[in-house]
């Protein structure tokens, strides 16, 4: 945990593609408490019509190249947490693959350490005690 | 917020996949105290085999025309308006494209403000104060 | 409920992703105290690059058969509900189709029956009284 999925138009290279997953870790490990190997990921490309957006409800002008993370994290963290990882990502995000900041939205949703067995049918509370 | 990921078989023309997009957001504007241009939506739209729904289970009988909704909200609304919500968007689809009541499906989670950054890094909770 | 999103690469046969599919469901059955035809799933077949996982993070090592698996649910279980599901799920993937312990991972979402309507636009909490 964190488990993100991150939805965003098709037609960008393996290159951009991979520098998102890239940024949106490295956020994550500098800002939101996570560990440097823990990274899980699902991208998802749409088609034109698939990925829905207003281009200007509480921020933007969003433009087509418009990404939307859904955060899932395995505990609670503090909403200066929060604030700091939104920030560092959009920076990040701005330096590779050169995301423009208004086009970068993200949403948290939070379960617990209970909820999650990361392999082998070993739940997570009995690994970490 | 509200963000929707809407599951549906592929083969639909663009103008009924926009009709469904259309009329869940119609619905959220109408029943779920949703603002009119706060509208983000994910439109996943799956192969044979991939999207997998009993045709009775409380409800039905579903047909390979099934849609499940999943929303993401920000605040937490009473079992009312979620009722409400239900309904609407039944009704809306039923008018636009012509979905079978039968054949829709809603789960809906609930995350808090905090959880929330729509651009440029910037937390919800400091745009709204 | 519950629903399940299923994240995997493609490549694999119908009668894989099938098999993949039924244990998944079997295991809730078994384990997780849903009822026999309560199953909804989504199935998404990712390409190379789109599903991102460290190959030795509290667990593995993961491979590319890797299966994440997003669950759904609309009550709360006891943590030892979630982790004899868990190992039931791998127990099952084993034998059919035959997925290594290692490739498996497992993230729960609960929320509340208010927040699910199956069909028709009725609430399920009116369903179940």
Known sequence: MPFTRISMHQG??????????DSLH??????FEVPADD????????AP?????????????RSTDFILFQVNA???????????????????LGQRPGV??????????TNQAEDW????GRALIDEIG
């Open 49 to 61: 019509g698939e990925l829905v957006f207003d281009p200007h409800y509480m921020g933007g002008p």
């Open 26 to 31: 490295q956020a994550l490990v500098d800002a």
């Open 117 to 120: 067995s990361f392999s082998s």
């Open 74 to 92: 395995g505990r609670l963290r503090s909403a200066e947490v929060k604030k700091a990882f939104y920030r560092r990502l959009v920076d990040l």
């Open 12 to 21: 960008k290279s393996p290159n951009y593609v991979k520098a998102v997953s």
């Open 100 to 109: 423009r900041a208004e086009d970068v939205m993200v949403t948290i949703q």
């Open 39 to 46: 990274r899980f990921q699902v991208i998802h490309q749409l």
